[in-house]
T-cell receptor, first 115, second 114 residues
Framework: GALVYQYPRRTICKSGTSMRMECQAVGFQATSVAWYRQSPQKTFELIALSTVNSAIKYEQNFTQEKFPISHPNLSFSSMTVLNAYLEDRGLYLC???????????FGSGTRLLVI | GDSVTQTEGQVALSEEDFLTIHCNYSASGYPTLFWYVQYPGEGPQLLFRASRDKEKGSSRGFEATYDKGTTSFHLRKASVQESDSAVYYCALSRPTGGNNKLTFGQGTVLSVIP
């Protein structure tokens, strides 16, 4: 079956430092990868959508300068939270899918705590 | 922009009670509608989807019918179990510029008391 692994599961970083999280697709080719953030008491906010052979599209309020994303092949993606502050804490979810007609499979997320 | 509204933030039921979680959406055209379930410590899992007006999606005893007239996709289950306790998200997807972006509702926490 299609699985998505995210690591680390939890991480703590000091305010002002950066943190990289990774997303691995197993059992399918991840042509599209979506990165979401779930902040405390909030729903999932889409950060950016990455599709192979297309430019990464960031949503309003999220920028490449703050959340650089790499999607180098059909099984892997990473995102870095640069210069993290308290408002960046939350659960970061990676969703991947194999094509336009397939559904997203989500990982269990990386929980970021900022101190 | 597209949006999804879930009326209930929290629902507490006893086992074998009937469940309804209301979902209304705002989007042009014919979006695809989804219900996801999220258990503690996990990412959201797809329950089911529907793509056309009057289409019914169902899985594990849960069901919802796409209603374009009322722009709704309410989740129902006739008899809930303790194991159904989780957070439920209604979502929609509409192709924009060649990509399908998923927009989620706020989520509804379901607690089923044995």
């Amino acid at each position: 079956g299609a699985l998505v692994y995210q690591y680390p599961r939890r991480t703590i970083c000091k305010s002002g430092t950066s943190m990289r999280m990774e997303c691995q697709a197993v059992g399918f080719q991840a042509t599209s990868v979506a990165w979401y953030r779930q902040s405390p008491q909030k729903t999932f906010e889409l950060i950016a959508l990455s599709t192979v052979n297309s430019a990464i599209k960031y949503e309003q309020n999220f920028t490449q300068e703050k959340f650089p994303i790499s999607h180098p092949n059909l099984s892997f993606s990473s995102m870095t939270v640069l210069n993290a502050y308290l408002e960046d804490r939350g659960l970061y979810l990676c969703g991947a899918r194999g094509g336009a007609n397939s559904d997203y499979t989500f990982g269990s997320g990386t929980r970021l705590l900022v101190i | 922009g597209d949006s999804v509204t879930q009326t209930e933030g929290q629902v507490a039921l006893s086992e074998e009670d009937f469940l309804t979680i209301h979902c209304n959406y705002s989007a042009s055209g014919y979006p695809t509608l989804f219900w996801y379930v999220q258990y503690p410590g996990e990412g959201p899992q797809l329950l089911f989807r529907a793509s056309r007006d009057k289409e019914k999606g169902s899985s594990r005893g849960f069901e919802a019918t796409y209603d374009k007239g009322t722009t709704s996709f309410h989740l129902r289950k006739a008899s809930v179990q303790e194991s159904d306790s989780a957070v439920y998200y209604c979502a929609l997807s509409r192709p924009t510029g060649g990509n399908n972006k998923l927009t989620f509702g706020q989520g509804t926490v379901l607690s089923v008391i044995p």
